[in-house]
């Protein structure tokens, strides 16, 4: 078993999300590597895991057509445990991890019927609570295995019944249905503000009541969604439409970014070339964001192409948070150029500040929901895997709320608001250089 694969697929067990948790069937066709990680859940002191496989073959490669069948088998591993087997086959690179004692043994392919059947179907209480990773190890060189698996993990609740979420999740139901109520309420004080000052709506502003409404229905589809998964193991369709809002508003939210960094609607009817090529390339990029995501959320680590997906929805989630930076420093640098020739200081230094401001709450947005969202994802303990969703929630509400009181149509704002008093002083504010990235 070579250490670097191991290495890597068990690293997988610590940065891989604790699972959806549906009752997940799936197929592994002529598979011949060493580890494969199925699922990871937390589970409680009621857990349970269920592992049927059927449709079994294993086709050896080498001198031997008979690989004992006690080296391949299913597994879970603990993250306490996680150590202690890297060590192991650290010290003995040959070492099956199916013989350490550190892992839970669940099955190998000598409790399998008899072909031509040849087929397992196993329930497993969880004794001691924590978060696991269900394996499944094959220890013999150059043998490729095939299999159709189901794989079923819940707690049980005081009254008995299933909670197919794990111990870290079973609130998100709950969580997300806040949330889209507290968008509901943003949607109508967003609609009752630009009712009231209709003179001075844009474009745009028509724009970002969309987002507020397309974010509330991502909210409502994620709550069904976990809610259904969390009492009978499937979605019942609730993931396809969470899909449908979660590409729409993703798309929808970098666009706004985009057009409020041009000063589209507010500053100018137009947007120039390079503007309009940020959006052309921003657009296809969240597009095949989007299509890793589901990937990445409806199949699992167990394809083999799962890291590829993932490198993939790293790299272009970056390059589109990168991009929705240039419009807003376009901006600021049209901005101080115009200053220095259209003889309006304060309604430029107003501009500008308002410009900056914005520019700082993008970065501090981006900086957290990527970077921050993912340490506490990653340090927080199993059961409280849901705080990190909730301060997702909690700072994009805040981005949202900032954001929409910075562009808001008011005749007053700070795109109109021209104080002459202030005109030397804002004049000598613009020299000054502190405009500057």
């Known amino acids: ?68 069948a006690s080296r391949l088998g299913f597994f879970l591993l603990s993250e306490e445990s996680l150590l202690q087997v890297l060590l192991e086959i650290q010290q003995n690179p040959r070492f099956c991890v199916l013989d350490s004692h550190y892992v839970t043994h669940l099955f190998t392919f000598r409790d399998l019927s008899p072909p031509p059947n040849s087929r397992f179907n196993q329930s497993y209480p969880v004794t001691s ?9 094959n220890c013999v060189p150059e043998t490729k295995v095939s299999m159709a698996v189901r794989t079923e993990m819940y707690n049980k609740d005081p009254n008995g019944s299933k909670d197919y979420l794990p111990a870290g999740s079973t609130q998100l139901p709950t969580l997300y249905s806040f949330f889209f109520l507290c968008y509901v309420a943003f949607l109508g004080f967003w609609s009752y503000t630009c009712w009231t000052n209709k003179q001075t709506v844009h474009r ?15 909210l409502i589809c994620a709550a069904e969604d976990k809610h259904y998964v969390k009492i009978t193991g499937t979605p019942h369709g609730w993931d396809i439409l969470f899909y449908i809002f979660q590409f729409i508003r993703v798309v929808l939210l970098f666009t706004v970014i985009i057009l409020i960094g041009t000063g589209w609607s507010f500053l100018k009817p137009f947007l120039q070339e390079k503007e309009k090529n940020v959006l052309i390339i921003v657009i296809p990029l969240q597009v095949l964001a989007n299509i890793a995501s589901i990937v990445i959320g ?46 309006k200081a304060a309604r430029n230094l107003s501009k500008l500040t308002l410009f900056r401001q914005f520019y700082i709450v993008v970065i501090g947005y981006l900086y957290f929901t990527r970077i921050v969202v993912f340490a506490l994802k990653t340090i927080a303990a199993y059961k409280y895997q849901w705080v990190s969703f909730a301060a997702e929630e909690i700072v994009s509400l805040v981005f949202y709320v900032i954001m929409f009181h910075m562009f808001r149509p008011e005749e007053k704002n700070e795109y109109f608001a021209v104080d002459d008093d202030e005109e030397e002083a804002a004049a000598l504010a613009l020299r000054d250089e502190e405009f500057e990235l």
């Not at 948070?321 to 901005?335: D, E, G, N, Q």
Request: charged share 15%.
């Open 204 to 218: 745009i502003h028509l724009l970002m009541a969309g987002l507020l409404l397309i974010k509330s229905l991502n």
């Open 1 to 68: 078993m070579p250490l670097s694969v191991v290495f890597i697929l068990l690293f997988l067990a610590v940065v891989v999300p604790p699972s959806t948790a549906e009752i997940k069937s799936l197929v592994i066709s002529d598979d011949a590597r060493p580890m494969i990680l199925f699922e990871k859940f937390g589970f409680t002191h009621t857990g349970h895991v269920t592992v049927s496989i059927s449709s079994v073959s294993v086709v050896s490669t080498s001198s031997d057509p008979n690989p004992e």
């Open 298 to 343: 409806e199949t699992g680590p167990f394809i083999k192409d799962w890291v590829t997906w993932n490198q993939v929805f790293l790299l272009v989630d970056i390059i589109c948070c990168c991009a929705i930076i240039f419009p807003i420093v376009w901006s600021i640098r049209s901005l101080r150029e115009t200053s220095k020739t259209d003889g």
């Open 129 to 137: 609570p924590n978060e696991y990773s269900l394996f499944f190890a």
